[in-house]
């Protein structure tokens, strides 16, 4: 059975910095893709990074140059770097995975989702 579980949220100034975790089990990890959502309040859920199987990463138009995805296979764990944080960061963050993605910022792409971590910056 496929688990996720996000860890590394809080509360930060605007400017700050914060490294969100994602860790995995039930499945053999580095073979599916892994991204990371949010949702703030009152908006859509949307993509924020991902990488894929190969290694390849992706991220939104708005966290680029900001913040940065990686993994450790060998601790199954997902990472999202963020730095230089601004206020419209502030969301509920996911972490999601899924063996076989299309489009890796597509929410309807992922299976398996985790329960989420709270990120709020304030200014």
């Known amino acids: 059975q496929v688990q996720l579980m996000e860890s590394g949220g809080g509360s930060v100034q605007a400017g700050g910095s914060l490294r969100l975790s994602c860790a995995a089990s039930?499945?053999?990890?580095?073979?599916?893709?892994m991204a990371w959502f949010r949702q703030a309040p009152g908006k859509e859920r949307e993509g924020v990074a991902a990488?894929?199987?190969?290694?390849?990463?992706t991220y939104a138009d708005s966290v680029k140059g900001r913040f940065t995805i990686s993994q450790d296979n060998a601790k199954n764990t997902l990472y999202l770097q963020m730095n230089s944080l601004k206020p419209e960061d502030t969301a509920m963050y996911y972490c999601?995975?899924?063996?076989?993605?299309?489009?890796?910022?597509?929410?309807?792409?992922?299976?398996?989702w985790g329960q989420g971590t709270q990120v709020t910056v304030s200014s």
């Open positions: 999601a995975a899924d063996r076989w993605v299309g489009i890796l910022l597509a929410e309807y792409e992922y299976n398996y």
């Open positions: 039930g499945y053999t990890y580095s073979s599916y893709c």
């Open positions: 990488i894929a199987s190969d290694g390849s990463t």
